[in-house]
């Protein structure tokens, strides 16, 4: 799945768990669950990257670095960094791409994940509804 959507559905998870300690725990076991769909990949390592961080950077200015939105989205999309830092790889193999092998390729058009990604992060990213 998309990095987009990994922190996306990390931020969801986040914010309806209302607990930091659920977002983090719930992270990478979305992002299991996203990879298993399957789905189509973005090629462009370059696009993956910036774009899951304009997620993250756009959560932590709306929200802040410590909601639970935005730990949700970093502990969901953290998985995919095993692709871009070798020492995340030791012998060589990643643990969640290749040891418990869930990656699964597919239907899901990339487009639709990057606008389903778009439409959860804006939705968490407006005016905060105030409780009472
Ligand atoms: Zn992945």
Same mark, same amino acid.
């Given at each position: 799945? /998309?990095?987009?959507?990994?922190?996306?559905?990390?931020?969801?998870?986040?914010? %309806? #768990?209302? #607990?930091?300690?659920?977002?983090?725990?719930?992270?990478?076991? @979305?992002?299991?669950?996203?990879?298993? @769909?399957?789905?189509?990949? /973005?090629?462009?390592?370059?696009?993956? /990257?910036?774009?899951?961080?304009?997620?993250? @950077?756009?959560?932590?200015?709306?929200?802040?670095?410590?909601? *639970?939105?935005?730990?949700?989205?970093? %502990?969901?999309?953290?998985?995919?960094?095993?692709?871009?830092?070798?020492?995340? &790889?030791?012998?060589? &193999?990643?643990?969640?791409?290749? &040891?418990?092998?869930? $990656? $699964?390729?597919? &239907?899901?058009?990339?487009? @639709?994940?990057?606008?389903?990604?778009?439409? /959860?992060?804006?939705?968490?990213?407006? *005016?905060?509804?105030?409780?009472?």
């Amino acid at each position: 799945m /998309i990095v987009a959507l990994h922190v996306a559905t990390g931020a969801a998870a986040g914010a %309806a #768990s209302g #607990s930091r300690r659920a977002a983090v725990l719930l992270g990478p076991i @979305l992002h299991l669950a996203g990879d298993r @769909l399957p789905h189509q990949d /973005i090629r462009s390592r370059r696009f993956e /990257i910036g774009s899951g961080l304009a997620g993250v @950077l756009l959560l932590t200015a709306r929200r802040g670095p410590l909601d *639970p939105a935005t730990l949700g989205a970093v %502990a969901s999309s953290a998985p995919d960094l095993e692709h871009v830092l070798p020492f995340l &790889r030791p012998g060589g &193999r990643k643990l969640f791409h290749d &040891r418990l092998g869930w $990656h $699964h390729s597919g &239907r899901f058009p990339a487009a @639709l994940q990057l606008l389903l990604a778009g439409a /959860i992060l804006v939705a968490l990213s407006g *005016p905060r509804r105030r409780a009472g």
